[in-house]
């Protein structure tokens, strides 16, 4: 066995795909204390710059004062607790939506709404570039995996005329698309998905905090709340806390509560963890110049990328793609980044397909003008 594990290592390390830890020795944020070297920080998901925010630290700290740490069970035994009921009501009405299931992480998400949703028989129509926990939602779900290419309609529209075998189709896609921050064709997804008698789930990960008038997403950017019954969506990027959550009607979140193999058979984030996700909406709706500054920062930072001519495909969002393409050039450049105090990291194959490795530069409210310059100014002496 271990001979297997070390080969399979040196297969890696001879494509340059090796992956290690890092240790960060600070609290998140736009500057860090990683392996010891303090650097600017351009490749956390904390968007809004929440997740070391006092007032997420203090609502934790006193959650626990009131209930412990531990749920102790599942929801569905005695981990219930009062901090995850309050926090379901709020992230409903946030989302403009009758209901919310809160789940432990967005992995676990998609991994249990999927499955709960299609089975053997079903056919799912999921974007290329999707995130991996749909894929492995779709995986496990044992319906046909139905994989178009990036953002393609056409394709989308062929491949959903054909499965005429298929008993339930769903479409499944990002909002936003986690390595390439480009928006998905959602009016369109929702043309082709009542043209063709299809259910629709969004993964609102990346735009959860960021997109839309109050920051609920970008169904609530295009209106579509009445086209999407389903969205989820994760506490652990802009919201800059942990857990997810599936907003829907109050008949998806009984069914789900009563289905979805990944919110039964596991315990409940810690209440405390609720609270934080509390604290986050709170901060969300009384801050929306976090997500105005945010936006900002990431048109300065594309445009002053795609000034040094690097190409940074369709990006509209604070993730912004440094296109490489080569796995090692990717790396090598990550590194003089570093060497430079900038933390960029490198994104390569299996998490992006082959021959399109980059360096992923996601910015947040947190970061100053000044930082963003010094990022440029790193990126033109690496290259
Ligand atoms: C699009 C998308 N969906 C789901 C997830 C998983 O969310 P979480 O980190 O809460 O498990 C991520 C990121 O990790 C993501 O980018």
């Not at 405390?272 to 929306?288: D, F, Q």
Request: glycine share 8%; net charge neutral.
């Amino acid at each position: 066995m271990k001979d297997m594990f070390a080969h399979q290592l040196d297969v890696l390390s001879a494509q340059g795909l090796r992956r290690s830890l890092k240790v960060v020795a600070s609290v998140q944020g736009r500057e860090i204390v990683l392996d010891g070297q303090k650097v600017l920080n351009f490749c956390s998901n904390d968007y809004l710059g929440l997740a070391a925010d006092p007032r997420l630290v203090h609502a934790t700290e006193e959650a626990m004062v009131r209930r412990g740490f531990g749920a102790g069970a599942s929801r569905l035994v005695c981990g219930n607790f009062d901090e995850h009921e309050a926090l379901e009501h709020e992230l409903a009405a946030f989302k403009h939506a009758s209901a919310a299931l809160v789940f432990s992480s967005g992995y676990m998400a998609n991994t249990g709404i999927i499955p709960a949703l299609v089975s053997r028989g079903d056919a799912v129509f999921a974007d290329r570039l999707n995130h991996a926990s749909i894929v492995d939602g779709i995986v496990l779900s044992r319906a046909d995996l139905c994989r178009y290419p990036h953002k393609d309609m056409n394709a989308l529209d062929e491949m959903l005329g054909k499965a005429t075998g298929a008993r339930r189709k769903l479409i499944v896609t990002d909002t936003v698309f986690s390595m390439d921050g480009d928006l998905a064709p959602l009016e369109d997804i929702v043309r082709l998905a009542k043209q063709h008698d299809a259910w629709l789930m969004v993964d609102e990960a990346h735009a959860f905090g960021v997109l839309g008038p109050t920051g609920a997403g970008l169904v609530e950017a295009l209106g579509l709340e009445a086209d999407v019954p389903l969205q989820m969506g994760t506490l652990s990027k802009a919201a800059g806390a942990y857990g997810a959550y599936c907003a829907g009607d109050a008949l998806l979140k009984e069914y789900l509560l009563n289905s979805a193999r990944s919110f039964i058979f596991t315990t409940a984030i810690p209440p405390a963890v609720a609270a934080a996700g509390r604290a986050a909406l709170n901060i969300m709706k009384s801050e929306p110049q976090r997500r105005v500054r945010v936006l900002e920062l990431a048109c300065r930072m594309r445009d002053g990328l795609k000034k040094l001519g690097f190409d940074t495909l369709e990006s509209a969002t604070p993730i912004i793609p440094v296109m490489v393409r080569k796995a090692s050039v990717a790396s090598e450049m990550s590194q003089k980044l570093l060497a430079q105090g900038i933390f960029v990291s490198a994104i390569r194959p299996p998490t992006v397909p082959a021959h399109t490795a980059r360096l992923r530069v996601t910015v947040s409210a947190a970061h100053t003008d000044e930082d963003i310059q010094r990022c440029l100014e790193a990126f033109e002496h690496a290259c």
